[in-house]
């Protein structure tokens, strides 16, 4: 099945503890991308890949850090997490330049204390 | 980017077709419009993508004026599972920039 995964689903940590969040995709797609969405700001874009090693920020990158090792994965990782950061996060992905048709992951809900 | 404007919400009835207009008076030659629907703590799901004209599929037609300053979303039919947000996304190359939404919510 063609499917996005982020890991964990729930995550309830405290400040400053570094922790990642994993994106895997199984649909060999070039963009992959990472969104918060908080009550009232919508969807908002933190960082995006369009293919391995190439990374760029989106509107709201920082605090947040990005890698792209393999087309698959696209791991979230928040070096010092702050309560600013307690937030809904989406992974997605899509195949190329020639289609805007993202697969959005279940999402991964974060709590900071 | 082109910036979106959505109506903030809409009303409809079962059965009804509903049509939400997204405006984006910048938007440039190369860009693609695009929708999608979220339901609450879900991701969004893509709806349809189109440039110009008039795009049909299985669930929704996009219609796309001349000057592309705005798109019009058609939902046939609606029944109380196409309650949900509705975002209109105009994507330029790498970006894809979610604006505010139209929160609809269809009644029996």
């Known amino acids: 099945e063609a499917q996005v995964t982020q890991n964990p689903r729930y995550l309830i940590t405290v400040t400053g503890k570094k922790l990642t969040v994993t994106c895997s995709q199984n649909?060999?797609?070039?963009?992959m991308s990472w969104y918060r969405q908080d009550p009232g700001l919508g969807l908002r874009q933190i960082y995006y890949?369009?293919?391995?090693?190439?990374?760029d920020k989106g509107d709201v990158p920082e605090g947040y850090k990005v890698s792209r090792k393999e087309k698959r994965n696209f791991p979230l990782i928040l070096e010092s997490p702050s309560p600013n950061q307690t937030s809904l996060y989406f992974c997605?992905?899509?195949?190329?330049?020639?289609?805007?048709?993202?697969?959005f992951g279940p999402g991964t809900r974060l709590t900071v204390t | 980017l082109a910036k979106t404007t959505q109506p903030i919400s809409m009303d409809s009835y079962e059965g009804q077709e509903v049509n939400i207009t997204c405006s984006h008076n910048n938007i440039a030659t190369n860009d693609y419009i695009t929708w999608y629907q979220q339901f609450p703590s879900q991701g969004p799901r893509f709806i349809i993508q189109g440039y110009k004209t008039k795009v049909t599929n299985e669930v929704a037609s996009l219609f796309i004026p001349a000057d592309r300053k705005s798109s019009t979303l058609s939902l046939p039919r609606v029944s109380l599972s196409d309650t949900a947000v509705y975002y209109c996304l105009v994507a330029e190359g790498d970006d894809m920039r979610f604006g505010a939404g139209t929160r609809l919510t269809v009644k029996p």
């Open positions: 997605a992905s899509r195949p190329g330049t020639s289609s805007y048709e993202q697969y």
């Open positions: 890949s369009m293919n391995v090693e190439v990374t």
């Open positions: 649909m060999n797609h070039e963009y």
